[in-house]
């Protein structure tokens, strides 16, 4: 399997444009999902889980009460990827399902 390709800082900003609540580089995305309450967020932390080994990519997580704070970067590739912005595309996806903001 091909290693991803690192992005460009343009790639990275034209690819931020249809993920609203995410920022970053071409070293790192990241963004704060907050939940209903912290039961969801759990809810939440477990289905994005599902979604890294699903990808066998797999996101740095930290919660704090309802919040859950994202970020993505590829590591073996020095920074963002193709594979961060579809894996951003996915929890928002998720977030939405759960009610997050």
Do not use: C, K, N
């Not at 800082?9 to 704060?32: K, N």
């Not at 939940?35 to 809810?43: E, G, L, M, Q, V």
């Amino acid at each position: 399997m091909a290693r991803p390709r690192r992005l460009d800082a343009e790639e990275v900003a034209r690819q931020l444009e249809a993920l609203p609540g995410w920022t970053g580089d071409v070293d790192r995305l990241t963004r704060s999902l907050a939940f209903p309450d912290f039961r969801t967020a759990i809810r939440g932390v477990d289905e994005i889980a599902e979604v890294a080994e699903e990808m066998d990519h797999h996101p740095d997580l930290d919660i704090r009460w309802r919040t859950v704070h994202v970020g993505l970067s590829t590591h073996d590739a020095g920074g963002v990827t193709q594979l961060d912005i579809e894996q951003a595309h996915r929890i928002d996806e998720l977030a939405r399902q759960l009610g997050a903001t």
